[in-house]
């Protein structure tokens, strides 16, 4: 019975769910920008916000179509599980999909902040170099996350070729960077949600469109809420062991 249930649990896969939410990602992130760029021509007011958030739906696709590859390939099952030869090519897609999903998580904030800083009436000076401040910071970050992925290794196949002299952070190491991003990337939703309802009220418009537009910030609260939940299972990353399912538990 022991071997049974240790068999079961190795042929674990998170695949179906994975792909379930990265298409749905996609196929919404789609609709959006469509309406989007519909309704920001019609009123001839296309800003580089527009375009900032068209290539994270961009990135969302490369990171969906990727995450595919990987689940092809033994991604989102035990490593355990997978025939002795398949186990590098799944590690190796496993950092590969990793940027892309990193990068577009810091566009999309600095895509929102820039949206909000169109809204703002100019003479809101401390409000905009807060904004400004927090499209540096995440750039900042996000870039260094993106680097990080592959300079944690000297040389960066030694995260998927085992057995190879290499010099490696301790992974304790990358996921507490990993954790300070994350924690950053929370307050900013919540300040990305919070800053815009005092600006919105104060927007020449029908009351119907301001309660509209309240609505869409204030998904940003429940993102800093997922985010906050998702924290606990960021020191997964740790584990190099069983990193094709362990480290996607968050999702």
Not at 54 to 74: E, W
Not at 217 to 224: D, E, H, N
Request: glycine share 4%; net charge positive; proline share 4%.
């Amino acid at each position: 019975m022991a071997l049974e249930s240790s068999a079961l649990n190795n042929n674990e896969t998170r695949a179906p769910a994975m792909l379930a939410i990265v298409w749905t990602e996609c196929a919404l992130g789609i609709v959006f920008i469509i309406l989007r760029f519909w309704c920001r021509y019609r009123i001839r007011a296309l800003g580089i916000d527009d375009w900032i958030m068209s290539f994270s739906v961009a990135l969302t696709i490369v990171t969906a179509s990727l995450i595919t590859v990987l689940a092809q390939n033994g991604g989102f099952r035990h490593l355990a599980s997978l025939p002795a030869d398949t186990h590098s090519r799944a590690v190796k897609l496993d950092w590969i999909e990793q940027p892309s999903m990193v990068f577009n998580f810091g566009v999309s904030k600095v895509s929102t902040s820039l949206l909000i800083l169109r809204l703002m009436s100019p003479n809101s000076k401390k409000t905009r170099r807060l904004l400004y401040f927090i499209i540096a910071i995440t750039t900042l970050l996000t870039t260094l996350a993106v680097i990080f992925i592959f300079a944690q290794c000297k040389p960066p196949r030694a995260l998927w070729t085992p057995n190879i002299p290499a010099k490696c952070w301790r992974p304790e190491d990358y996921s507490s960077f990993t954790l300070g991003q994350g924690a950053w990337y929370i307050l900013v939703d919540f300040l990305l949600a919070i800053i815009p309802s005092f600006i919105i009220w104060n927007l020449k418009m029908k009351r119907t469109k301001r309660i509209g537009l309240s609505i869409v910030f204030s998904f940003g609260v429940l993102a800093g809420i997922c985010g906050c939940a998702k924290m606990p299972t960021l020191k997964n990353l740790n584990s190099r062991s069983d990193i094709t399912c362990k480290k996607h538990h968050q999702f």
